[in-house]
């Protein structure tokens, strides 16, 4: 289960980098968006992968809990997330308005 996250993580984060790097301010959103959602994965892996075993138990042995702080901090990256990417996308229309242009440069394409 480790495996797959770790691969998920680091294709996520590879498609957020390559997205970053595009000249597009769409496509830098979605970028930046798979790249938070990626560490996103990564703090919710640290807390530990346990399959098949509920997060409380009634017995007192801590090795077998589910540690709850890296799922509260990933609630609350998911929505600080969401937030920062309606801004966003409030920011890119105001900006194409202005400009006529969706580039992060501000140049059109050559045609």
Known sequence: MELVLSIAIGIMTSCGVWLILRPRTYQ?????????YAVNLF????????????PILGNDDP??????VPQALVL????????T???FLVVLLASRG???SDHVDGRNEPK
């Open 28 to 36: 830098v959103i979605i970028g930046l968006s798979l790249l938070s």
């Open 43 to 54: 703090i919710f892996g640290v807390g530990g992968v346990k399959a098949n075993v509920p």
């Open 63 to 68: 090795s077998i809990l589910a540690d709850p």
């Open 76 to 83: 609350t990256a998911i929505v600080i997330g969401f937030a």
């Open 85 to 87: 990417t309606a801004l």
């Open 98 to 100: 202005l400009t006529g």
